[in-house]
């Protein structure tokens, strides 16, 4: 039988379990904050730098990131908390000014009257800097994954703005895709090349068996679709704006479409 | 007038928390003092174990912004029952001080926050609106990781200079020394966390009997072993617990 651990030892692990767990009520907190922020615009000059810096930011990845903004805008909006104080996104507003600076055109095109799209986390981060870093640690964690189809509409705006697939180091002048491609989307360049000759266009998080189990995803998702279909025309039988009136009728039109695919998959 | 409010929270369930809370409620009550227990458990115990009705109208419409009649249990004890309404997502959503907004103007000498296992934001509401803490565990390793999850908060929100609880007691309950870790353990704990008030309580029938009876403690047992335990506690309270 193993030995007994005397009191102490069960208080030590006790205590040092209880510390730990509390790390990660710390990072559950800030998750649901996070997940809770809505999505706004704020003016770049009303974006206001963090209290304190948490790190140095490399202007190398910040002229990287001015680049691709130039020619795809801003696809990660900065995070700030509700008084417009920058929470996630250093080397991303870096980059917005950089752009700014160097190149105004582009800037004016991606950023109409100044605006640039932020994500709002409803806390104040000056009373709350713990969970402030920990927003910061969660989102840079969590940014979000693109799926092969989205990376290669990407790649495809940046060829067309001029990125060209080079062997090694660019030539003076060129600009090379993957590089680029890196620093947008947050994955290593073998991510990016896996990506980009993937064949299948689906989420890389959905799983499928096989064929099989590609109809009956299909059919589930359709009966899905139907239930929530039904779930609206019910809701908003009197349309209220216009706006939901013309929704009210879209919707109809769905639902017919929906009900059909259905009989015949089940045909 | 000073209004004393104290939290008793554990974050483990069944640990004692609401026997604690009313407990002490009683005592206070019986010392002539108007006193509130604002039960947040979704389960709803504290009114039950008082002898009141504990699905009646309490803190989470009190928690919606309707006027709430806390119901009385006996001269003086008076409860607002917790329920099922208080998971709801606009409760869950509170700013952290609502609930101390609203119950520091209540025309009572005593309020009693009894915190539900588990939820942390219900618990927080708690903490916040107090002024002291009990923290509860028993002597198994299981409740000490739950009361030093809830002393990490307290902490927290005492180094940033917010509202809530200053001060908070280590509550050890349930302890019978016939066994082993409920002999060892309550040195430990004070040696470990030597920089707070601890207190004892031991098993005590008379103690889960009053809640099971439905009657108060100080109705129930008023010489019992707990009550003078629980009195003690009490004198804590009235010292710590004030603005």
């Given at each position: ?5 005397s ?30 922020s ?19 930011l490399?202007s ?6 001015a ?6 805008g ?9 008084r ?14 950089v ?26 981060a ?7 870093l ?8 969590k940014?979000r994954?693109?799926t092969?189809?989205e990376?290669r ?37 073998r ?9 299948i ?13 590609d109809?009956k995803?299909?059919?589930?998702s359709l ?20 706006e ?24 | 007038?000073t ?8 974050r ?9 809370a ?95 296992p ?20 028993n002597a ?14 307290l ?16 509550v ?30 031991h098993?005590?029938t ?38």
């Amino acid at each position: 039988m193993a030995r007994r651990r005397s009191a102490a030892e069960l208080l030590d692990a006790a205590d040092s379990a209880g510390t730990a767990i509390q790390a990660k009520d710390r990072e559950a907190e800030a998750r649901s904050e996070l997940e809770q922020s809505r999505s706004s615009a704020l003016p770049l000059g009303k974006i206001l730098d963090r209290a304190s810096d948490t790190r140095g930011l490399s202007s190398q990845h910040v002229s990287e990131l001015a680049e691709s903004i130039s020619v795809l805008g801003l696809l990660e909006p900065l995070v700030v908390d509700r008084r417009g104080r920058l929470l996630a996104g250093g080397h991303r507003k870096a980059a917005v000014f950089v752009l700014k600076e160097a190149n105004p055109n582009a800037y004016a095109k991606h950023f109409l009257d100044d605006l640039v799209p932020v994500r709002v986390v409803d806390f104040d981060a000056e009373a709350n800097p713990d969970l402030a870093l920990q927003v910061e640690v969660t989102e840079n964690e969590k940014r979000r994954d693109y799926t092969s189809g989205e990376v290669r509409a990407l790649a495809e705006r940046l060829r067309d703005a001029g990125y060209a697939e080079v062997k090694g180091r660019p030539a003076k002048g060129e600009k090379a895709l993957r590089p680029a491609l890196e620093t947008i989307i947050g994955k290593s360049i073998r991510t990016v090349r896996r990506y980009l000759n993937e064949t299948i266009e689906e989420s890389v998080t959905d799983v499928r068996l096989s064929e099989k189990e590609d109809d009956k995803a299909v059919m589930t998702s359709l009966r899905r679709l139907q239930t929530e279909l039904n779930r609206w025309q019910k809701a908003y039988s009197e349309p209220a704006t216009p706006e939901l009136e013309s929704i009210t009728k879209d919707v109809a039109r769905l639902l017919k479409r929906v009900d059909t695919a259905l009989k015949k998959e089940k045909g | 007038m000073t209004q004393h409010r104290i939290a008793v929270a554990a974050r483990k369930g069944g640990v004692g928390k609401t026997t604690i809370a009313c407990g002490v409620a009683s005592v206070l009550a019986k010392q002539g003092r108007k006193v509130l227990v604002v039960d947040l458990d979704p389960q709803s115990n504290a009114a039950y174990a008082l002898g009141v009705d504990p699905t009646a109208p309490g803190t989470a419409e009190l928690l919606m912004g309707n006027q709430t009649n806390p119901l009385e249990a006996t001269p003086g004890l008076y409860v607002l029952p917790g329920g099922p309404n208080l998971t709801n997502q606009t409760i869950q959503s509170l700013h952290p001080e609502d609930l101390a907004d609203l119950v520091k103007v209540m025309p009572y000498d005593a309020v009693v926050l009894d915190c539900p296992p588990g939820n942390e934001s219900l618990e927080r509401l708690g903490l916040v609106a107090a002024q002291a803490t009990l923290v509860v565990t028993n002597a198994h390793p299981f409740a000490i990781m739950g009361a030093n999850r809830v002393m990490g908060i307290l902490e927290s929100y005492r180094n940033r200079e917010r509202r809530g609880s200053q001060q908070w007691a280590l509550v050890l309950s349930q302890v019978d020394e016939r066994r082993a870790l409920d002999k060892e353990l309550p040195a430990q704990l004070v040696q470990r966390y030597s920089d707070i008030q601890h207190f004892t309580l031991h098993q005590d029938t008379n103690l889960s009997q009053a809640g099971a009876q439905q009657i108060p403690l100080m109705d129930y047992a008023p010489r019992s072993r707990s009550a003078e335990e629980l009195t003690a506690i009490a004198q804590w309270i009235i010292e710590t617990a004030h603005d």
